[in-house]
T-cell receptor, first 114, second 109 residues
Framework: DTGVSQNPRHKITKRGQNVTFRCDPISEHNRLYWYRQTLGQGPEFLTYFQNEAQLEKSRLLSDRFSAERPKGSFSTLEIQRTEQGDSAMYLC????????????FGNGTRLTVT | GQQVMQIPQYQHVQEGEDFTTYCNSSTTLSNIQWYKQRPGGHPVFLIQLVKSGEVKKQKRLTFQFGEAKKNSSLHITATQTTDVGTYFCAGPRYGKLTFGQGTILTVHP
């Protein structure tokens, strides 16, 4: 169990640019979640996958955000035309599959949009 | 939608004092989970409570789940500097966890 791995750890980008983050979950976990966290707040749900199927996407998520998990293993989160309000920590988590299973979080990708 | 609220938002204690954070949900929960996030770190799972009125202990930490399964608490006895961090409760709903805003604990030696 090597844990959940996220890359990059930090990303600084200019407003209007596109960015992509990667998450490698724990290998035997079939559920993968993306959360966003800003300073002083709890993780905010963005989307999740059961294997390769994206089962839910937060209504708070604009169309500029898209996530994929093409083979049911790693996942990518892309943000197009970044805005300063997108600056946050993007956390990936995985779980064995039951809806109430505890989440195993990665170290996150900190995005700064200038 | 489901809301999970935590109080207090901040708690400053002297080392050796006790600490309690409270979690309230707007809806009944099938279970409640608690996580700890150290400064600069990521949330780490602590415990899950499932049964109404359940109490679980982990060394100096005591977790309770309310009878109505809508509230929970975490109590730390005799805090230590290693307890610093943010404590989150989280409740599942429709396949995803909803987190509270957390309680930030600082411990002064």
């Amino acid at each position: 169990d090597t844990g959940v791995s996220q890359n990059p750890r930090h990303k600084i980008t200019k407003r209007g640019q596109n960015v992509t983050f990667r998450c490698d979950p724990i290998s035997e976990h079939n559920r993968l979640y993306w959360y966003r966290q800003t300073l002083g707040q709890g993780p905010e749900f963005l989307t999740y996958f059961q294997n390769e199927a994206q089962l839910e996407k937060s209504r708070l998520l604009s169309d500029r955000f898209s996530a994929e998990r093409p083979k049911g293993s790693f996942s990518t989160l892309e943000i197009q035309r970044t805005e300063q309000g997108d600056s946050a920590m993007y956390l990936c988590a995985s779980s064995p599959g039951e809806a109430s299973s505890p989440l195993h979080f990665g170290n996150g990708t900190r995005l700064t949009v200038t | 939608g489901q809301q999970v609220m935590q109080i207090p938002q901040y708690q400053h204690v002297q080392e050796g004092e006790d600490f309690t954070t409270y979690c309230n949900s707007s809806t009944t929960l099938s279970n409640i989970q608690w996580y700890k996030q150290r400064p600069g770190g990521h949330p780490v799972f602590l415990i899950q409570l499932v049964k109404s009125g359940e109490v679980k202990k982990q060394k100096r930490l005591t977790f309770q789940f309310g009878e109505a399964k809508k509230n929970s608490s975490l109590h730390i006895t005799a805090t230590q500097t290693t307890d610093v961090g943010t404590y989150f409760c989280a409740g599942p709903r429709y396949g995803k966890l909803t987190f509270g805003q957390g309680t930030i604990l600082t411990v002064h030696p």
